[in-house]
Antibody, heavy 118, light 107 residues
Framework: EVKLVESGGGLVQPGRSLKLSCAAS????????MGWVRQAPGKGLEWIGE????????NYTPSLKDKFTISRDNAQNTLYLQMSKLGSEDTAIYYC???????????WGQGVMVTVSS | DIQMTQSPASLSASLGETVTIECLAS??????LAWYQQKPGKSPQLLIY???SLQDGVPSRFSGSESGTQYSLEINSLQSEDAVTYFC?????????FGGGTKLELK
């Protein structure tokens, strides 16, 4: 069974940094592109970026590229999202997902909530 | 960025009905469109990719089609478990963008 489990979320003060993890199991993690998407409370979905199998290609939504850094550790079957200079606009549920055809997403984690507030 | 205008934002339908949700792309996305279903408090699930290809395990009452830059998700014989939220996503151009969502409710 494919499982993606995010962790590392919580309450963080404005201006601080936070690193999310996504532990993968049940599939060959190192064969897949992986991505991050977020969803602000009551809002739609926003693409953050994606990373290829060997980390040689990492793409970000242009408006978010200065805030986020995506990385992965294939030995640990783990995907990461480093977030910096967080603001209230970054309050959202953050999902990791495996990339399918094109940049559609077939398997998603359950999501992790990040709340930016003083 | 390509804008995906999804309609309606909400929809009420009866069990057994056929419903259609639409997404209008601001430019040609060449069938690079996916549909997702999201149940309350859960992560989205892929229903359809490449505009009309049914993801494994998805009931055949779900189907996707296109006409120009207009993409449609049709649900036949509406079941109670289908009364949740649906999103479209284009991935022809970067960054991928999502429609605003359609909340489907039962009458």
């Amino acid at each position: 069974e494919v499982k993606l489990v995010e962790s590392g979320g919580g309450l963080v003060q404005p201006g601080r940094s936070l690193k999310l993890s996504c532990a993968a199991s049940g599939f060959s993690f190192n064969d897949y592109w992986m991505g991050w998407v977020r969803q602000a409370p009551g809002k739609g979905l926003e693409w953050i970026g994606e990373i290829n199998q060997d980390s040689s290609t990492i793409n970000y939504t242009p408006s978010l590229k200065d805030k986020f850094t995506i990385s992965r550790d294939n030995a640990q079957n783990t995907l990461y999202l480093q977030m910096s200079k967080l603001g209230s606009e970054d309050t959202a549920i953050y999902y990791c997902a495996s990339v399918y055809y094109g940049l559609s997403l077939d398997y998603w984690g359950q999501g992790v909530m990040v709340t930016v507030s003083s | 960025d390509i804008q995906m205008t999804q309609s309606p934002a909400s929809l009420s339908a009866s069990l057994g009905e056929t419903v259609t949700i639409e997404c209008l792309a601001s430019e040609d996305i060449y069938s690079n469109l996916a549909w997702y279903q999201q149940k309350p408090g859960k992560s989205p699930q892929l229903l359809i990719y490449d505009a009309s290809s049914l993801q494994d395990g998805v009931p055949s009452r779900f189907s996707g089609s296109e006409s120009g830059t207009q993409y449609s998700l049709e649900i036949n014989s509406l079941q109670s478990e289908d009364a949740v939220t649906y999103f479209c996503q284009q991935h022809h151009d970067y960054p991928p963008t999502f429609g605003g969502g359609t909340k489907l409710e039962l009458k």
